[in-house]
């Protein structure tokens, strides 16, 4: 059972995620937040030392739950196939393309957050080039595979309106095929026997 403590403490993170997507980050404000939760500034200086703090730990969180923990269990697979499947189930599940876009401009204008969002996008597609690495022995297709497949999925959530989850699926399922029948074409190298380490 998770202490007090960390309990109080995601109920202030949950919170400004809700913030994000109705606000934007100019909304997350210590007094908008203790209007929000229904608590005092003591409350929120419990958990958090100041607004900065505050911020960190909710991009934190948004970086765990966004690219550590959807690579790190889509890596216990071993197949391109699996691999592939778990990680576009858990993107499905995990990902709301409103904080991802106000997160985004949130790191624009925001030093902190962007150097969260770099680190989350080179991460995701530091782990799609070794994921399309087992598609091909050639290290410049991997990465020009790793690219078109992350802006798909960066760009799907952010057009007006967003692809919905099926039509989502059904592109990035044909997307995908495209991939490989530029493989199967000759036009690249076969990959080797081959794991994502």
Same mark, same amino acid.
């Given at each position: 059972?998770?202490?007090?403590?960390?309990?109080?403490?995601?109920?202030?993170?949950?919170?400004?995620?809700?913030?994000?997507?109705?606000?934007?980050?100019?909304?997350?404000?210590?007094?908008?937040?203790?209007?929000?939760?229904?608590?005092?500034?003591?409350?929120?200086?419990?958990?958090?030392?100041?607004?900065?703090?505050?911020?960190?730990?909710? *991009?934190?969180?948004?970086?765990? $739950?966004?690219?550590? /923990?959807? #690579?790190?269990?889509?890596?216990? @697979?071993?197949?391109? =196939?699996?691999?592939?499947?778990?990680?576009?189930?858990?993107?499905?599940?995990?990902?709301?393309?409103?904080?991802?876009?106000?997160?985004?401009?949130?790191? *624009?204008?925001?030093?902190?957050? $962007?150097?969260?969002? /770099?680190? #989350?996008?080179?991460?995701?597609? @530091?782990?799609?080039? =070794?994921?399309?690495?087992?598609?091909?022995?050639?290290?410049?297709?991997?990465?020009?595979?790793?690219?078109?497949?992350?802006?798909?999925?960066?760009?799907?959530?952010?057009?007006?309106?967003?692809?919905?989850?099926?039509?989502?699926?059904?592109?990035?399922?044909?997307?995908?095929?495209?991939?490989?029948?530029?493989?199967?074409?000759?036009?690249?190298?076969?990959?080797?026997?081959?794991?994502?380490?």
């Amino acid at each position: 059972m998770p202490s007090q403590t960390k309990t109080g403490r995601q109920a202030w993170l949950t919170q400004g995620f809700g913030i994000l997507k109705n606000q934007g980050a100019a909304g997350l404000t210590i007094d908008n937040l203790t209007t929000a939760m229904g608590r005092t500034k003591g409350a929120f200086y419990h958990h958090f030392k100041n607004r900065q703090d505050y911020s960190k730990k909710l *991009l934190e969180l948004w970086e765990e $739950r966004q690219a550590n /923990e959807i #690579i790190r269990i889509s890596k216990q @697979k071993k197949t391109f =196939e699996a691999i592939n499947q778990t990680l576009v189930d858990l993107s499905e599940k995990a990902m709301d393309p409103e904080i991802e876009v106000a997160i985004r401009a949130w790191a *624009l204008r925001d030093p902190l957050a $962007r150097e969260f969002q /770099e680190r #989350i996008d080179t991460h995701r597609a @530091k782990f799609l080039v =070794e994921l399309f690495s087992l598609m091909t022995d050639d290290p410049d297709h991997a990465q020009l595979f790793a690219i078109i497949r992350y802006c798909f999925y960066i760009g799907s959530h952010q057009i007006i309106p967003a692809l919905d989850d099926g039509t989502y699926k059904e592109k990035l399922a044909e997307l995908t095929r495209m991939f490989f029948l530029y493989t199967d074409s000759g036009a690249i190298r076969p990959p080797t026997n081959r794991q994502i380490t």
